[in-house]
């Protein structure tokens, strides 16, 4: 059940673009994102709905294929800020569970 | 607002022992979420407690436990400790359960170490 997120890490230099999958092998209702800075709290960046609809941080930019059951996390023109874990948490079509997170993406950014 | 509060932050605890952590979610947030994460693992669920009622519980057996006050804050428990209890206790709370359209605001998070 638990999502499989891919890569498990990535080295980036600053300015460079990365993208941080996220899949699921059970139909899902929601897709939400997470950074998680080293020592730190995980933090919210977005969450997409089944149908389109989504919220979050405006910098941010995500996809969700409803089909493939895969999302997707888009990290354009990268900065030192934007080094952490990213975590993607899934919540199943038709479930009043809770969410289910990956095991999360390692991402460092270089000057 | 002040964020999610938890206490301690640290614990250092022995095999056997108990330990009770707490958690002070942010004002007028009902929900609040337990997580254990440990290195290479990721977020892996506890359960979760709206209005003072246990919503969800996620594959931790029953040494692990919660329960949530009238105003809002929430207690995790986990007795006879095991070395593999070792990990951060996050919480997190969110104005209403289930989290399906909900985004969840972490806490620090407390960092359990069982020799």
């Known amino acids: 059940q638990q999502p499989v997120q891919s890569p498990q890490a990535v080295i980036l230099r600053e300015g460079e673009d990365a993208v941080i999958n996220c899949s699921s092998s059970?139909?899902?209702?929601?897709v939400h994102w997470y950074r998680q800075k080293h020592g730190e709290a995980p933090v919210f960046l977005m969450i997409l709905l089944k149908g389109g609809e989504q919220k979050g941080h405006e910098k941010i930019s995500a996809s969700f294929n409803e089909k493939k059951q895969q999302s997707s996390l888009y990290l354009t023109a990268s900065q030192l800020s934007y080094s952490g874990t990213y975590f993607c948490g899934t919540h199943r079509e038709g479930s009043q569970g809770n969410l289910i997170f990956g095991k999360g993406t390692k991402l460092s950014v270089k000057p | 607002k002040a964020g999610v509060t938890q206490t301690p932050r640290y614990l250092i605890k022995t095999r056997g022992q108990q330990v009770t952590l707490s958690c002070s979610p942010i004002s007028g947030h009902r929900s609040v979420s337990w997580y254990q994460q440990t290195p290479g693992q990721g977020l892996q669920f506890l359960f979760e407690?709206?209005?003072?009622?246990?919503?969800n519980k996620g594959n931790f057996p029953g040494r692990f436990s919660g329960r949530q006050f009238s105003n809002s804050r929430s207690e995790m428990n986990v007795s006879t400790l095991e070395l593999g209890d070792s990990a951060l206790y996050l919480c997190a709370s969110s104005e209403q359960a289930g989290g399906t359209y909900n985004e969840q605001f972490f806490g620090p998070g407390t960092r359990l170490t069982v020799l």
């Open positions: 407690y709206f209005s003072e009622t246990q919503r």
């Open positions: 059970k139909a899902l209702y929601s």
